[in-house]
């Protein structure tokens, strides 16, 4: 049972990066994916969480319209699009499954390992 989160790295300000989370072990983890990152010293926060079964998706205010997430089903692999990348979107990023749409990291039942993003200014 694992979600593989890959894809971090080292982007400047204003630059583009994709993160990718393959889900395998198990048929469904779900019926939600999404994304959480945690900073140095903070705690873990909502990105976005999807259900596209029934085509809701939420964003968290400081990434909307900069990020995006999508999945292809064929290879149980989620994405996180992020774009205009700012300084600030510094953080290990992880990927994860649960039963509903929530901003509640505790609500969540399934987590990758993380991949960490660095934007420099």
């Known amino acids: 049972v694992q979600l593989q989160a890959s894809g971090g790295g080292l982007v400047q300000a204003g630059g583009s990066l994709r993160i990718s989370c393959a889900a395998s072990g198990r048929a469904f983890y779900g019926p939600v994916m999404g994304w959480f990152r945690q900073a140095p010293g903070k705690e873990r926060e909502f990105v976005v969480a999807?259900?596209?079964?029934?085509?809701?998706?939420l964003y968290a205010d400081s990434v909307k319209g900069r990020f995006a997430i999508s999945r292809d089903s064929a290879k149980n692999t989620v994405y996180l699009e992020m774009n205009s990348l700012k300084p600030e979107d510094t953080a290990v990023y992880y990927c994860?499954?649960?039963?509903?749409?929530?901003?509640?990291?505790?609500?969540?039942?399934?987590w990758g390992q993380g991949t960490l993003v660095t934007v420099s200014s």
């Open positions: 999807s259900r596209w079964s029934r085509g809701y998706t």
């Open positions: 994860t499954a649960g039963p509903n749409v929530v901003r509640d990291v505790s609500k969540y039942t399934y």
